[in-house]
């Protein structure tokens, strides 16, 4: 089985942990509530710092805030931040030149998965950390 990449959901869950909190949030209460290492959560504050969607300050009384309003933080944003793996991809296998499929299933697939592609960064635009906190609250 192929592994996955969890950092995109990670990402906006740590996102919407620091919006819903006033003043700062470290990173240890952020990985409890993903129930996961402090260490790989700073691998994770770090790219969403170095896109300008969280201010972090470092010291015992540091922390992280949100760098602008929830509600201009873009699920978008955030995959962009953390360079996720794009909707899915095409095997590279060699091509059976005698095998019409295997001759012109890479070029149909790279289409499709354009598609699909574009499809999700419109959806992730449409919706905000402000939207995902709004949806948790709602529960």
Same mark, same amino acid.
């Given at each position: 089985?192929?592994? +996955?990449?969890?950092?995109?959901?990670?990402?906006?869950?740590? $996102?919407?942990?620091?919006?819903?909190?006033?003043?700062? +949030?470290?990173?240890?209460?952020?990985?409890? #509530?993903?129930?996961?290492? /402090?260490?790989?959560?700073?691998?994770?504050?770090?790219?969403?710092?170095?896109? #300008?969607?969280?201010?972090? !300050?470092?010291?015992?009384?540091?922390?992280?805030?949100?760098?602008?309003?929830?509600?201009?933080?873009? $699920?978008?944003? +955030? !995959?962009?931040?953390?360079?996720? /793996?794009?909707?899915?991809?095409?095997?590279? !296998?060699?091509?059976?030149?005698?095998?019409?499929?295997?001759?012109?299933?890479?070029?149909?697939?790279?289409?499709?998965?354009?598609?699909?592609?574009?499809?999700?960064?419109?959806? $992730?635009?449409?919706?905000?950390?402000?939207?995902? +906190?709004?949806?948790?609250? #709602?529960?």
């Amino acid at each position: 089985m192929a592994s +996955v990449n969890t950092q995109f959901s990670i990402a906006v869950h740590l $996102l919407a942990g620091i919006a819903s909190r006033d003043g700062f +949030v470290t990173s240890e209460a952020l990985a409890e #509530s993903v129930n996961t290492n /402090p260490a790989f959560i700073k691998r994770i504050l770090a790219k969403i710092s170095k896109a #300008s969607l969280i201010r972090t !300050y470092a010291g015992k009384a540091g922390g992280c805030e949100l760098a602008k309003s929830s509600d201009k933080i873009t $699920l978008f944003d +955030v !995959y962009s931040a953390v360079e996720a /793996p794009k909707t899915f991809a095409i095997h590279n !296998y060699t091509v059976n030149r005698s095998c019409e499929i295997s001759s012109n299933i890479k070029d149909v697939m790279k289409g499709v998965s354009d598609d699909a592609q574009r499809a999700f960064e419109k959806e $992730l635009k449409k919706t905000t950390i402000a939207d995902v +906190v709004r949806k948790i609250r #709602s529960r």
